[in-house]
């Protein structure tokens, strides 16, 4: 008896230390800019939206609790067209750990501006892999395959292709449907779901997946343990950038700029503690590739 219940004890130990869910997405819905509707729809989508993302399971991996890839979602509902269609736009942001520390790297901080859905209040959310059926849940899939192949993408060289690969499906599942945001015509300046998935698979962009992997596993990682070093192949990595930056695959290369969206700030307060030498590499590499956030990176030089 006593050993049944020593093996029951155990299973429960294991069950309750291990998941087959690969997320903890927090989720809010904004109808701060809908005006007199039925605002308990959107709490019951705010829950449906919320058990979608972390109740299924999107790899055939064993993730523990502590595990679980950290991400927020926020949906602002711009535009209510019936009572059961929506516009708006759809914000996404994904993290890791560092190791060793209670550090929190951004890997992606993304704004999505083409977004439609429908959705009837307590109608299960369904996600089909085959078909484009509902918008809403293809978004969101779209986006937890993004999520899953950058962390992938940071802890093994290209890593993330598998689920990249699972977004490229959906992607191609949409391109008859006339939701917004997975065609290429469609983009302002590259700036879609489309495009992001396509430079992700695009071995052109492969350094810049290389990067993510260098820069976090070969660099953050390790400035626990060994911050100069660390700090210098996080130096050395952002020429993989201006190498993608100079031959220029496309116009927009709308992926590094989702890189520098991310990635700014930090790259201030890693680089801010170099020695002048790197500090004014450092300076040179991103104000030539990310212009548009040159003031920041003057902080690296002391301006």
């Known amino acids: ?132 059926q509902s918008n809403l849940c293809a978004v969101l899939a779209y986006y937890a395959y993004i999520i899953i192949g950058l962390d992938f993408d940071s802890f093994s060289l290209l890593g993330g292709t598998e689920y990249f690969d699972k977004a490229d499906k959906i992607v191609g599942n949409a391109q008859s449907s006339t939701d917004i945001g997975w065609k290429p015509f469609e983009a302002k300046s590259n700036r879609n779901r489309y495009w992001l998935l396509k430079n992700l698979i695009d071995k052109r962009y492969e350094p810049v997946r290389t990067f993510i992997y260098r820069f976090h596993r070969l660099g953050l990682d390790l400035m626990d343990s060994k911050p100069i070093d660390a700090r210098a192949e996080m130096a050395e990595d952002l020429v993989l950038l201006q190498k993608v930056y100079r031959e220029k695959p496309d116009a927009f290369m709308h992926l590094c700029k989702v890189i520098y969206d991310a990635k700014a700030d930090e790259f201030v307060n890693i680089f801010t503690e170099s020695m002048p030498d790197e500090k004014t590499r450092v300076y040179q590499i991103l104000n030539e590739i990310d212009n548009a956030n040159s003031n920041k990176y003057k902080k690296i030089i002391g301006q």
């Open 1 to 132: 008896m006593k050993k049944h219940i020593v093996l029951l004890i155990t299973i429960l130990i294991i069950c309750i230390n291990s998941s087959s869910q690969e997320l903890k997405c927090n989720i809010q819905v904004s109808t701060s800019q809908i005006e007199g509707s039925n605002k308990k729809v959107f709490q019951t989508l705010n829950t449906a939206l919320y058990e979608f993302m972390n109740n299924r399971s999107w790899t055939s991996l064993t993730f523990g609790v502590n595990e679980r890839i950290e991400c927020n979602i926020i949906i602002t509902i711009q535009t209510q067209l019936s009572a059961d269609e929506f516009t708006g736009n759809i914000q996404i942001q994904s993290r890791r750990p560092v190791y060793n520390s209670s550090y929190n790297t951004v890997l992606l901080n993304y704004k999505d501006d083409n977004f439609n859905f429908r959705y009837v209040e307590f109608e299960p959310l369904e996600f089909n892999e085959n078909l484009h």
